[in-house]
């Protein structure tokens, strides 16, 4: 088992304590979905990115999106490190053939390594699981926990009703306009590579 630094640790730790190559985490679901296109949009985000010259950081799964995501980017010869809790190495049945597993005790702490590991974050579509991870990390953006880019690749329109949500929060005033412009949004992984300033 590899031990996690947690919060205290993403104060301290640079995004990239392992090798110098930056990487990009993305957050997304442990299922596919029930439209085809989000396996195809989750395969082709991770080859854009490896494409790009970024490592991939992701839940550490094999199934759903999650597994796309580490088989495309493995099979475009990416480096792909996998964050997974011990209690979820058999519910999202552990990758054991990225780059490099690392399996935790808490999801706590595979919040905090996902983001001790990455220098910036993407979320796919996904269920809770991936709209905790991904509002944390943009929590600690915006109490200045981190400083890196955080960006939505809303596909097909996906994520439509939370960014109205957003936009009501806004307007309601629980969101300052430069609160909510810390998010990035896009529909493709091209665009969201050039609106993160990654591409």
Known sequence: MTPSFGIAGLLRMPGNFCTGMPRI????????GNDPRYVDAAANAARAIVRAGYGIVYGGGRVGLMGAVADAALAEGGEVLGV????????????NGVSRLYVVETMHERKAMMAELSDAFIALPGGFGSM????EILTWRQLGIHGKP???????GFYDELLALYDRMQR?????????????????IEEMLKVLGLA
């Open 25 to 32: 985490c993305i957050f997304c679901g442990a299922r596919p």
């Open 172 to 188: 309601d005033g629980f969101v300052r306009a430069e609160t909510r412009a810390l998010l990035r949004v896009a529909s493709t």
């Open 132 to 135: 905790d991870e991904f509002h």
């Open 84 to 95: 997974i809790p011990d209690a979820l190495a058999s519910a999202e049945v552990a990758h």
């Open 150 to 156: 955080i960006g939505l690749l809303n596909e097909g």
